[in-house]
């Protein structure tokens, strides 16, 4: 019998063409919102869904779905799954690592320089008309070449984002739970050491329980008053109410963010801040990554419903259980 695909948000047409004709596939390419009581009702014939970071997919999803096979995130974050629930269902979960990498550790680039450099900024204040002559001391910033990079989590991105430094001559700092073999040149100190010597801070870890909030006021309050703070990795990671103080009270430099608690919603507080570069979550988004991971999903789809292996599963546990 043909397998039912549910593919909850608008994908490229190339990749919707990889799946149409094999499988009954109920896509969303409007890309209407569909609330919690209408993602339920969808995958209720669903042999696999294609999801993407926006869908909560938890037990109560699962027990709508009961013939569902596999979960297959676009995304390499996988913190909108409950993966535990899955796994017990026999379930396969997976995402697209790797694909992304580089891409995102571009990313995390820029806006550690747009932050340190007030790139955004300086082109609002020039857009609204108010550059009227060159000064010796205009939009000053802060000098990334030969400062020292702190990376909090060390993955893939991480250790990408460790060679971009090289080229810049910093000195690169780390903090993961265990020490990486991915180091890149980096070296690990402990966490309190990371906040105190970073000139510039960047976020790579996953979001669970464990990491909400690992960045708070205790936190803030031992960086320098000239550091700045990228956040590439999650919303949650960091206590926004509690940076965006620290932001008005200059207890750091700037921040640069790319994710959000609640995002699509942002403490009102980040937009009352000039010292604060703003990206609507694009880690990731340039047209041949997305294609990539589109693509990776898919495979790892087709794969699952195959009776094969998928590339990049999360609970590889549950392979190769009946
Ligand atoms: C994007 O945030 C991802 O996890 O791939």
Redesign the pocket.
């Known amino acids: 019998m043909t397998s039912t695909v549910v593919v909850t948000r608008k994908i490229f047409e190339q990749s919707l063409a990889r799946l149409a004709p094999k499988f009954r596939v109920i896509a969303n390419q409007d890309d209407v919102s569909l609330d919690a009581t209408e993602l339920h009702a969808r995958v209720k014939d669903a042999d696999a869904i294609l999801s993407t970071?926006t869908d909560r997919i938890d037990a109560a999803l699962l027990d709508a779905a009961p013939k569902l096979r596999a979960v297959c995130?676009?995304?390499?974050?996988?913190n909108n799954i409950d993966v535990a629930a899955c796994t017990q269902r026999g379930i396969v979960v997976t995402?697209?690592p790797d694909v992304?990498t580089e891409t995102?550790a571009d990313l995390g680039f820029a806006l550690l320089l747009a932050t340190a450099r007030r790139i955004t900024e300086s082109e609002a204040w020039l857009r609204a008309g108010q550059w009227k002559r060159w000064e010796l001391d205009q939009m000053l910033g802060l000098d990334v070449h030969g400062t020292t990079l702190g990376i909090l989590g060390m993955g893939r991105i991480g250790g990408a984002i460790a060679r971009r430094a090289s080229g810049f001559d910093m000195r690169v700092i780390y903090h993961n739970r265990s020490r990486s073999d991915q180091e890149c040149g980096a070296h690990w100190v402990d966490k309190t050491t990371l906040l105190r010597e970073s000139d510039h801070l960047v976020l790579v870890l996953p979001y669970s329980q464990q990491t909400h909030h690992i960045i708070g006021a205790a936190e803030l309050s031992l960086m320098k008053p000239t550091a700045t703070l990228i956040n590439i990795a999650?919303g949650g990671i960091v206590d926004d109410a509690a940076l965006v103080h620290a932001l008005k009270n200059k207890q750091i430099a700037a921040a640069g963010l790319d994710?959000f608690e609640n995002e699509p919603a942002l403490h009102p507080g980040l937009l009352e801040c000039q010292n604060v570069v703003l990206t609507p979550?694009i880690?990731?988004a340039s047209r041949a990554t997305r294609m990539a991971?589109a693509n990776l999903a898919i495979d790892n789809l087709r794969a699952v419903l195959d009776g094969q292996r998928p590339t990049t599963p999360v609970n590889p546990e549950v392979l190769g259980k009946p």
Not at 73 to 78: F, K, L
């Open positions: 970071t995130n676009i995304a390499v974050g996988y995402n697209t992304l995102t999650r994710v979550h880690g990731s991971m």
